[in-house]
């Protein structure tokens, strides 16, 4: 995706669309094919990047079935891109979605209908944190908005204005 002003512009289109109304506390944007962010909200010294994003691999625990705790490697950049790939519940990533060094427990996916397109919906939920992620999938694109519950954010707000964003970038061909 290029835009006059290149991925900055993005950065400040995010803000504008996710973060103006108070909805979310921050946003970001990736390709689909990789599920690699490049814009992120908000921009104020890039402190979205460090509300969604965690770089590299790292070690993360997941629970077993028997109540003890298995170590993974993650990378979050694999986790979103398994998440963008997702169409139902039965096609979770195996170790979840991680941001920001957290695992969030996904909750739901679903199919929405933007005019004549659709996007994939999911969400997940922090429960230590109270905060949640919505992620919209368009046939390009992966959108992540996440809430925080200390702040009265919801994530049925969120879901409206990460859908609002979708149809901008589905209506821009993306």
């Not at 944007?29 to 490049?38: E, I, M, N, P, R």
């Not at 979770?92 to 996904?106: D, F, I, M, S, T």
Request: charged share 25%; glycine share 10%; aromatic share 8%.
């Amino acid at each position: 995706m290029a835009e006059e002003g290149g991925v900055e512009s993005w950065d400040k289109t995010l803000e504008e669309w996710m973060l103006q109304e108070g909805y979310c506390v921050a946003a970001g944007l990736a390709q689909k094919a990789d599920g690699a962010l490049y814009a992120a909200a908000p921009t104020a010294d890039e402190a979205g990047w460090g509300l969604i994003f965690k770089e590299g691999d790292y070690e993360g625990e997941i629970p077993q079935e028997d109540d003890t705790m298995k170590k993974i490697t993650v990378n979050e950049v694999t986790c979103l891109w398994e998440v963008g790939q997702m169409v139902d519940m039965s096609k979770r990533p195996e170790n979840g979605l991680w941001v920001a060094g957290k695992k969030y427990q996904l909750t739901s996916c679903r199919e929405e209908e933007i005019g004549e397109h659709k996007v994939t919906l999911t969400m997940g939920a922090h429960k230590d944190s109270k905060t949640a992620v919505v992620v919209a999938t368009t046939a390009t694109q992966i959108i992540v908005a996440m809430t925080d519950e200390e702040k009265g954010q919801k994530p049925g707000n969120a879901t409206k204005a990460i859908l609002a964003f979708a149809e901008y970038l589905l209506g821009m061909g993306y």
